[in-house]
């Protein structure tokens, strides 16, 4: 089980303490900042019409599926990056990354013309209302570009978290979010001499943010990254590496996939509700991605600091840290959940929307709180300490059978057989992270994800 070292060897608070604050911070922050975008489109456009709203959180859900697939390139870009960086591996690390941002950049291509060729196609999963179909349709056009943009720079980022610069990631992204929620307000009101675009600025301040991240993402990337881009490896790729990088990706991939589809797939019953139910929910979303961001900061932070340690060989040290995080995010869950119901009488007085969104919105959030504690645990283990071992596969099948066997037919059945009202629905689909939780913690305890990876 590698190597045996003595407690005072394996732990020091102080050191496991401010490692960890000096990644999770970070990250979590540079989280919060993404979500605050998501955030401004919704609130500014609440502002406007309550159709406008509606529409860009159907169409966002697109961008969250695209998110999803440079999710699980990042998630397996990080295991190895973790592992060969505590190993000091350099020449593995720019290998992996050369393949992953060149598949990355075909997926956000395939993304880019969809949405810019047939975004009423797409629009049309989540909703039948010709308003919303037309109005998400316009915001997609404009974001194509982005797609592109975001897939290289979520790549480089992660390398900088993986590199010991998580910062140098947070500094940039969170400067990009300021950018975005100014031209948010410049071209959704028509400030500073701009004409009023409503629902075409949101989409015109988004795609122009990303822009600026990726050239910013770059030329940090050229001048301080001890990763470097090599053509040779961009255009060749190491066979026995990518074998290694699917082996143990393809279950954090695919868990990401089924997990997000899963997701969305909410979003699609909500959105057969009616304009009120995907108004409410989509306000729902926005405060719960605020505030998760602290079990996304302590996931990602986790899966780095027992990846490092599992790449030097010391399995003893990595199975103590996962346990004292393992702590941790029952602790951020339950401070998540208390967070979200003081927020609501602030979140409910500055939206626009009629009573019946209003209604729907206290008590989606009052529902959102209880699986808080189900969130924070399960996203610090499936998506950073199972991963951080190459042991996902666990987490894949978990999600399968949770969302596909048991919430989205649940929430189909009571939406459209049973047709239960809008917050029994809400509910039942929102039971998905407590169902999941004590299988989980069960498959922790066996230890399996305690390996090292690197060759």
Known sequence: MG???????????????????????????????????GASDALMLARLDQTALSAVSLATQVLFIANLFFGGFNAGLSIFAAQYWGKGDMLSIEKVFAYVLRSTLAVSLVFSLLTLFCPSLLMGIYTKDADLVREGSEYLRIVSPSFIFSGISFMYQCIFKNSERALVSTVISSTCVLLNVVLNAVMIYGLLGFPMLGIRGAALATSVARLVELLWTLGTGWKKSPVKLRAGFFFSADKVLVRDFWKYSYPVFMNQIVWGAGFSMYSVIMGHLGSDAVAANSIANIVKNLVTCFSIGLASGSGIMVGNELGRGRLDRAKIYGSK???????????????????????????????????????????TTYNMIGKSSNTTTNCGIFPAGGDAKFSMICDIIDMWVIAVPAGLVSAFVFHLPVLWVFFIINLDEMIKLPAIYLYYTKYRWLKNLTR
Not at 5 to 32: G, T
């Open 3 to 37: 190597v045996s070292l003595s407690s005072n060897e394996i732990f020091s608070s102080r050191e496991f303490y401010r490692k960890l604050a000096s990644l999770v911070l970070p990250i979590a922050f540079q989280s919060f900042m993404v979500s605050v975008v």
């Open 325 to 367: 995080i393992c702590h941790a995010a029952l602790a951020i869950g339950a401070l998540m959940g208390g967070v979200i119901f003081l927020l609501i009488p602030i979140v409910s007085a500055n939206v626009s929307m009629s009573d019946e969104a209003l209604h729907y919105l206290k008590w989606m959030l009052i529902m």
